[in-house]
Each structure stands twice: as structure tokens, then as C-alpha cells.
């Protein structure tokens, strides 16, 4: 009888997961994935492109976006925007009313972070109903816009440099007064408070933040025990919370920009910080992340006068080609768009003269890539960059400031 009901204890352990080292389970669902990337739970990296921009998530069906304070959504049928809220009785961005504007479900001010995660759309804003603006949340809201609810306070800082949900954990990248970045997380199933996982040197320049797996990939450039900056890619290990250096440039005047995660590979440019260095952003390297070698790899097209930036998309690469490096007129340069193959063999292109000198991409998945900019009547626009029609542009919104950010009165 005894050994009957140990057994019975025994088997129901192992069901509840009481007893993990006798199952050989772990006590999470995330712990289990493989460390690459995947899609449910994962930071889709390939949306993001730097703080400034855009703030745009995928789902099989379409697209989330931020613009302004308003959060849209659009088919991939039609890529039409309309607002995220399912409120019948709801004006939107049509409304005029300051008390009943921010009612909005899918109005949200000072956001600048948007993520589809496991069926829910997340975006950090100020919390308008709270003790003061100047806080901020973590809002969770349905697909169909119909629900919204505040998650968690989260940090308000204007040196927020990235946000991202990344297998159940929200991380905040953030730099101090010294320059010095730090990142953050927050358990979405708990109240615990944030944990502070990383802290780089003090000034440090440039710093990128890349997620994939297991592990979070950082680049930046900042002074050695020398007191000699040079530009470094560190690796974070999300289970242990170590942290390990992969690769130091003994140059100093070359920084370290990733492009992207894939198959085992960092592949990265190096990028001149200081002037009259010699380096050559056209040439792309790809660190082994099992051997720890490092190999150039190939080159990508340079136009004289303008920065080749590499991005990874979901299935092919894209130039832009950007920056001005001659400090002449941005005008002058003939600044294009390129679709690489994993060969990085040109298969199509985009002239970007028709752009103005400041603009943002993200590229995207398999279908589109996006670049949003302030045109010269102060409009805010989004376009999208139809990869499988010739890379053809269609602009999704074009809105001015006055509209997007419109006045709002809150009661207290």
C-alpha cells in the first residue's frame, strides 16, 4: 500500500513538474526552445532598426504600426491602415473631443515600442490614467483592438534606446549620464521587480542590442582597461547571465555595427568613428559562432560618398545605401535601395532620391520592407517597399504632427 501511494505521489510530481530533475523537464516552457529564432516567442529583429524608428510588428495576416500616438493595423490584402480599436462607438483619429481622443484603444502618447506577441499586440506609452503624464506601461492589447488593459509600470526615461518582449521577459536597453548603457528585464507572469542584467563601460558610442535565442548580442565601442577605445561584440547568455566577450577590434577607429544573426553567424561591418581611418563598410564579415573565427565573407555594392548599411530580412539582405559622409549635399548622391541574395548578388533595386536626408528602414520579411520619414511639409510618412513586385514603394499614411498628436484633456 505504502509503495502504492508513492508511486501515485511520484507520477503526479512529475505531471505538475514538482520533481524536474527526475523528469528531466524544465520548470519553463521557454528553457526548451532551441536557440535560434522563433517566431512565437521571439524579438522579431528584422522590424527594428534603431529608437527613432519605425515602430511596426508582423502577424500572418498584416502589419501593427506606430505613427504619432495612434497604433495601426493593415492587411497584407489591401495595406490600408486603420486604427487598432474595436470600440463601435469610437471616432479614432477622427475624433475632436480632447476628453474622449485618448479614450481610444488604439490611441497611446509617447510610444515607441510595438510587439505581436503570443496573440497579444504590446506597446509602451505614457500612462495617461496614472498619478502623473510622465509615467510610463506596458499595455496589452487584443488583435482585434476590442480589449486593452495596463500590464506594468514601466521605465520613463527618454534614454530608452530599445524595448523588446523576448521569450516571456519585456527588456528595456537604456544609457545614463556617463554614457554608460544598461539593460533591463521584467518577468511578464510576475511582479517582481526589474532585474538589471548588463551595464557597459562608461562611454560607450553606438551601442546595438541584437536578440536571438538563447542569447542577446551587444556592439559597441567604448575604452579597454588601456583607457584605449576600440569596439567590441559581447554575448549574453539568458540562461546563465553571463557574459562574454566574442570579438575586440585592435583598430581604434573602427566600431563594430551587426547586421545580423543566422545560421550560427554574427555578420557584421566595421564602421569608421574617427576621422580619416581606413576602413571599408563595403566589406561584410561573419563571425562562427561554434569555432569562434572570424571570415570576410563578401562585399556589398558602396556608392562614393554614402555608408552602405547591411540589414538582414527574413530571407534575402538589403543595402541602404545612406549617410553622408562628405558633409556635401545629400541631394547629389544617388542613393539607392538594394535587394541582395545570400550571395549578396544584387536581384532588385530602389532609387531613394525621391527621400529626404533623414529616413529609416526596416527590412522586414518576405513581402515588404518599410521607411518611414518627416517630408518637407512636416508630415509624418510610411512607405512599403513591395519586395515580390519589383521592389514598387506604396505610401501607407501620410499624416501631419497636428494629427497625430493631437490635444487631449484628461480628467483627474
Request: hydrophobic residues 30%; charged residues 20%.
Amino acid at each position: 500500500m505504502k509503495r502504492s501511494i508513492f508511486a501515485y505521489i511520484l507520477s503526479l510530481c512529475l505531471i505538475i513538474g514538482l520533481l524536474p530533475a527526475l523528469s528531466g523537464c524544465s520548470s519553463s516552457e521557454y528553457d526548451s526552445l532551441p536557440d535560434t529564432y522563433n517566431a512565437e516567442t521571439d524579438y522579431p529583429q528584422t522590424f527594428y532598426r534603431s529608437s527613432a524608428g519605425p515602430f511596426i510588428t508582423p502577424s500572418d495576416s498584416g502589419y501593427y504600426f506606430i505613427a504619432g500616438s495612434f497604433i495601426y493595423y493593415m492587411d497584407k490584402t489591401d495595406m490600408k491602415p486603420i486604427v487598432l480599436c474595436g470600440r463601435p462607438e469610437c471616432k479614432h483619429d477622427k475624433e475632436t473631443d480632447p476628453e474622449k481622443i485618448w479614450q481610444c484603444n488604439g490611441y497611446l502618447s509617447g510610444a515607441s515600442f510595438i510587439q505581436l506577441y503570443e496573440g497579444n499586440i504590446y506597446t509602451a506609452g505614457n500612462d495617461i490614467a496614472g498619478p502623473t503624464m510622465h509615467s510610463t506601461a506596458l499595455y496589452q492589447i487584443s488583435l482585434d483592438g476590442k480589449s486593452r488593459k495596463k500590464i506594468k509600470a514601466v521605465n520613463a526615461d527618454a534614454s530608452v534606446q530599445m524595448s523588446a518582449i523576448h521569450r516571456n521577459s519585456f527588456y528595456q536597453y537604456y544609457s545614463d549620464a556617463n554614457s554608460r548603457y544598461h539593460l533591463k528585464r521584467i518577468s511578464l507572469d510576475t511582479d517582481a521587480p526589474a532585474e538589471e542584467i548588463y551595464v557597459s563601460p562608461e562611454n560607450t558610442v553606438l551601442s546595438e542590442l541584437y536578440f536571438y535565442g538563447k542569447h542577446i548580442y551587444l556592439s559597441g565601442w567604448y575604452p579597454d582597461a588601456d583607457h584605449v577605445c576600440r569596439g567590441h561584440i559581447e554575448e549574453y547568455d539568458i540562461e546563465s547571465g553571463s557574459v562574454t566577450t566574442l570579438l575586440v577590434n585592435e583598430a581604434d577607429e573602427n566600431h563594430y555595427s551587426i547586421c545580423g544573426v543566422d545560421n550560427g553567424r554574427i555578420y557584421f561591418q566595421y564602421y569608421q568613428l574617427v576621422e580619416g581611418a581606413s576602413v571599408d563598410p563595403s566589406q561584410i564579415f561573419a563571425y562562427d559562432l561554434k569555432t569562434k573565427e572570424q571570415s570576410l565573407i563578401g562585399t556589398i555594392p558602396n556608392e562614393p560618398g554614402t555608408y552602405p548599411t547591411l540589414l538582414r530580412s527574413t530571407e534575402d539582405w538589403l543595402v541602404s545605401q545612406e549617410g553622408n559622409i562628405n558633409n556635401g549635399d545629400y541631394r547629389d548622391l544617388s542613393r539607392m535601395l538594394l535587394l541582395l541574395d545570400d550571395n549578396f548578388e544584387v536581384k532588385q533595386e530602389l532609387s531613394l532620391s525621391y527621400l529626404p536626408e533623414r529616413f529609416f528602414i526596416a527590412a522586414g520579411d518576405v513581402g515588404y520592407s518599410f521607411i518611414w520619414y518627416w517630408d518637407d511639409t512636416y508630415s509624418y510618412c510610411l512607405d512599403a517597399v513591395d519586395k515580390q513586385n519589383g521592389c514598387t514603394v506604396k505610401n501607407i499614411l501620410k499624416k501631419t504632427f497636428e494629427e497625430l498628436n493631437p490635444y487631449i484633456s484628461v480628467p483627474k
